[in-house]
């Protein structure tokens, strides 16, 4: 393996984390706190150390499948450490917990370990909603969009980082593809923020929400989340966004070029929107039933929350512990499902959803006609083998992770139901406020103790890279020198 090729794209991206840190550098200069120096010396620290790596190591044009995998969770793993920094020194979290902080963060679960939001400084609360953002299409897309000519070592690290059961290209070279997926993410951010600011959220409050809800990260700025702002429209807006947040990227550019009818010849999104639909339908149908809730009340958190549950932003505006079981299930069941693939989004993605469903389908009719040769197709593609066989795998790990990381938790001493509600906000990328919500626990994400807690942010990066990308380094054949893939 080429570990020089492979330390200096870390040098690079360690350089990428350092020039960003200057922004809640100089927010806290212009509002006179005292915590910019400590901000600087992140920021400075990072870009020494970055350099140093650059200099070290060597711009090779091409990466192995092998180097490519091992670039990628180590940047994963280098931004985490180095992005705790303003944590640390500011004073704001322990090493530990920094860490952990900033793992949630950059791979956007959104589970926090700040017990009082309301007290730290302005620009940390900026960097944090900064880490979800980087993180929410990814640090190496970003990266393979600006430094174009790393060929098929470009390709390895898109398809190692980037979620979804498919890879394919809207664009002939990898580097317009990244481009794209980025501009993109970013034209809906200043969209959002620019809504928001006409909502009436305030600059700050904006830029900040709107990083973290197009990440569908769902980082707030205040200890009662969206409940802060009292603001039925901003609730709204925010559920909307995150369900666009949540769809094909891929798909928004061919609604660009061909028009709103290529929506509705892609199954994937018109079954989102029908999860969306049917779900809300539902459980504004089972609060009505079983609460004295208004129908403007039940329809309005029952969006919101289906939205935030299918999205994984994860963000909560109620007391869903008090809502009747029914309604909680399925909630909790959409914890798995996630969004679209070549979103934002975690969870197991609906193409893959689809996927298994056909695939059980087809299953049925071999067991009538053990013989007869079929095909399946999703929007007119048929699934090749090599995906479908993608896809059960996945599926297989994602379910084995589940489960034996819930019964570490419970392990670490967490109930059983609170442990299976947790894992699933976990693996699926959607945080823990929306899990707590359900549970109505007395304890939060900072009250696990510390075992429990290595273990959810491992978890964190499993479940945003989809598993593979990561255990694949457990395998011996991997660290042979004589192996060259």
Not at 19 to 30: D, H, K
Not at 272 to 279: S, Y
Not at 430 to 445: C, E, K, Q, R, V
């Amino acid at each position: 393996m080429n570990f020089s090729s492979v330390e200096f794209i870390l040098g690079r991206l360690m350089m990428v984390c350092a020039v960003a840190m200057l922004f809640p550098a100089a927010l806290s200069f212009i509002l006179l706190e005292a915590d910019v120096l400590a901000l600087l010396a992140s920021s400075a620290i990072t870009m020494t150390i970055g350099y140093s790596c650059t200099l070290h190591g060597r711009d090779e044009a091409s990466l192995t499948n092998r180097e490519a995998i091992m670039t990628v969770v180590l940047s994963w793993a280098c931004l985490s450490f180095f992005g705790a920094l303003p944590y640390m020194f500011c004073g704001v979290l322990t090493p530990f917990h920094a860490i952990m902080e900033s793992a949630s963060g950059f791979t956007t679960v959104g589970s926090s370990l700040i017990r009082d939001l309301d007290i730290i400084p302005r620009s940390v609360l900026l960097w944090r909603s900064m880490t979800q953002w980087l993180g929410g299409m990814g640090i190496i897309v970003l990266f393979i969009s600006f430094l174009p000519h790393y060929g098929t070592g470009a390709i390895n690290m898109f398809n190692a980082e980037l979620p979804g059961p498919s890879k394919d290209r809207v664009m002939p070279r990898i580097s317009d593809t990244a481009s794209l997926l980025w501009k993109i993410y970013t034209g809906m951010t200043v969209v959002f923020i620019t809504v928001m600011l006409l909502a009436g959220l305030s600059p700050f409050d904006a830029i900040n929400h709107g990083m973290a809800t197009i990440s569908t990260g769902g980082f707030s700025c205040y200890n009662n989340s969206l409940n802060h702002f009292n603001n039925p429209l901003v609730e709204v807006l925010t559920a909307i966004f995150t369900i666009i947040a949540a769809g094909n990227f891929y798909l928004y550019y061919q609604v660009y070029h061909r028009g709103w009818q290529r929506l509705f010849f892609d199954i994937e999104f018109k079954t989102f929107i029908l999860f969306v639909l049917g779900f809300t339908a539902l459980i504004t149908a089972n609060l009505l039933m079983q609460t004295d809730f208004s129908f403007g009340y039940s329809l309005h958190n029952a969006f919101f929350h289906v939205a935030a549950a299918l999205s994984t932003s994860g963000l909560a505006i109620s007391d869903l512990h008090t809502w009747p079981p029914f309604s909680k299930f399925l909630l909790f069941s959409l914890m798995f499902v996630g969004g679209c693939a070549a979103s934002t989004a975690g969870g197991i993605k609906i193409a893959r959803v689809i996927a298994l469903f056909k695939l059980s389908w087809v299953g049925l009719k071999h067991t009538l006609h053990p013989k007869m040769v079929t095909n399946f197709s999703m929007s007119g593609k048929v699934i090749s083998p090599s995906t479908v066989a993608s896809i059960t795998r996945h599926f297989f790990v994602f379910m084995a992770v589940y489960f034996f990381s819930t019964a570490f938790l419970t392990f670490c001493g967490i109930e059983m139901v609170d442990a299976l509600v947790i894992m699933a906000s976990i693996i699926g990328t959607s945080g823990t406020d929306l899990a707590f919500a359900i549970l109505g626990s007395n304890y939060a994400y900072f009250d696990i103790n510390d075992p429990g807690k290595a273990l959810i942010t491992i978890c964190m990066v499993l479940g945003r890279l989809e598993f593979f990308t990561l255990l694949v380094l457990l395998r011996p054949e991997f660290w042979r020198k004589t192996r060259s893939w």
